[in-house]
T-cell receptor, first 120, second 113 residues
Framework: EAGVAQSPRYKIIEKRQSVAFWCNPISGHATLYWYQQILGQGPKLLIQFQNNGVVDDSQLPKDRFSAERLKGVDSTLKIQPAKLEDSAVYLC??????????????????FGPGTRLTVL | AQSVTQPDIHITVSEGASLELRCNYS??????LFWYVQSPGQGLQLLLK??????LVQGIKGFEAEFKRSQSSFNLRKPSVHWSDAAEYFCAVASNTGNQFYFGTGTSLTVIP
């Protein structure tokens, strides 16, 4: 079974530029997550989708970050404009769990390798 | 507020020695607890999880963890560490629906031959 795919793996941009990350979840997984992992910190959940709808985006800085999952499969996360403090690894994860469904042994999250963003 | 504390930023152990990584959590309801491992350039891999029942849980790669409600702890253990265990380890707590997921700051493990 193919895992969660993310691209690009690395990105370097100047501050105030725009950047987009792409995630392809495991086939059939309804739920998709985007996390931000700043160096020396644990991952922080930014947004959670179920199919093409947003379940929770309370931690997403909406003034500059946006995300979509138009067809309920792939997802893109965009930053516009980028700031120095956005330098981090952006992780995508997917799960077969549906929103409101209790966590169980069959619906864990599977993580992609991440995209490392450096903002200069 | 929900939070996870991993008091040890970095731990060094000799190969073959035992290992214990500490994790303390603060969560208002029944916690769902996880340990993940992250190797350089890799995503997070689930080692084990606790939802309910037996407070000693077994995971992959010979790891185990014990949930102690009275101490709000979920420490990770391994009786004999291998060089390939060198990585970053994260403890996490989640709500029962997984809509809230909080990670600790991680513990970096170095294994000395």
């Amino acid at each position: 079974e193919a895992g969660v795919a993310q691209s690009p793996r690395y990105k370097i941009i100047e501050k105030r530029q725009s950047v987009a990350f792409w995630c392809n979840p495991i086939s059939g997984h309804a739920t998709l997550y985007w996390y931000q992992q700043i160096l020396g910190q644990g991952p922080k959940l930014l947004i959670q989708f179920q199919n093409n709808g947003v379940v929770d985006d309370s931690q997403l800085p909406k003034d500059r970050f946006s995300a979509e999952r138009l067809k309920g499969v792939d997802s893109t996360l965009k930053i516009q404009p980028a700031k120095l403090e956005d330098s981090a690894v952006y992780l995508c994860a997917s799960s077969p769990r549906l929103a409101g469904e209790l966590l169980g042994s069959y619906n864990e999250q599977f993580f992609g390798p991440g995209t490392r963003l450096t903002v200069l | 507020a929900q939070s996870v504390t991993q008091p040890d930023i970095h731990i060094t152990v000799s190969e073959g020695a035992s290992l214990e990584l500490r994790c303390n959590y603060s969560y208002g309801a029944t916690p769902y607890l996880f340990w993940y491992v992250q190797s350089p350039g890799q995503g997070l891999q689930l080692l084990l999880k606790y939802f309910s029942g037996d407070t000693l849980v077994q995971g992959i790669k010979g790891f185990e963890a014990e949930f102690k409600r009275s101490q709000s702890s979920f420490n990770l253990r391994k009786p004999s560490v291998h060089w390939s265990d060198a990585a970053e380890y994260f403890c996490a707590v989640a709500s029962n629906t997984g809509n809230q997921f909080y990670f600790g700051t991680g513990t970096s493990l170095t294994v000395i031959p």
